[in-house]
């Protein structure tokens, strides 16, 4: 899950109150409802570099709880580059490293998340259709996209969900994933959003396994974990057979 610390110390609400406050939240979901889910902390990339070193300073005392950084908002205007000192101090605190790229802003985002901030995963890259070479080196490399098509739609990156480029990606021979995005804001959870593209795209049971199983092979979960959800999801989709 990202988190935005940036949203709430900017109203002066100290960093360790808002990364309390989800550990708490975190341990009640797995006592409770045996969901378990790891943090990954986002920079504002239209805020400047020095206050992302701030923010990465700041959470230095809780990487037990962080598994990775990522950059979001507002993408144009605010390419990767940007970050590059707080990306490679956040690799040497052993943090995996995301970055927002491709939504609204061009595939060279995309190139310099990869070449400069050198991510483990590109989270969006919708753009990434604009730029054939570029397409096939993600192909090639196996790297992740985290699609969120609602939120797409609703920051009309994408005017219709029946034009969204997700089926396209598949064809492609990437690897994509459906995700949520700010779900409470922009109005649909995970399972909308995998109901909106089926219903708009005519996704075969196929391509929803293909893309269910990337949201888990490209997760930064341990293998054991992995191998786990891999088998109730094939047996699952094996009933549909």
Known sequence: ?????????????????VINGIQRAREDAASKLGITWELIMCFWRHFSAGAAKDVLQASSPYHD?????????????????????????????????????GEEGPASYVREALDVLKVDRIDHGNSVLDDAELTQRLV???MVLTVCPISNVKLAGVDKMANHPLKTMLDKGLAVTVNSDDPAYFGGYINDNYIAVQQALDLSIDDLHRLARTSFTGSFLADDAKAKHLAELDAYVAGFN
């Open 65 to 101: 709880w962080i598994i990775g950084v990522g950059l979001d908002a507002a993408e144009l205007g605010h390419p990767p580059s940007k970050f590059e000192w707080v990306y490679d101090r956040a690799r040497e605190m052993g943090l995996k490293s995301l970055a927002h790229a």
């Open 140 to 142: 090639d490399a196996g």
């Open 1 to 17: 899950m990202f988190f935005d610390p940036q949203g709430h110390t900017t109203r002066r609400i100290p960093f360790r109150t």
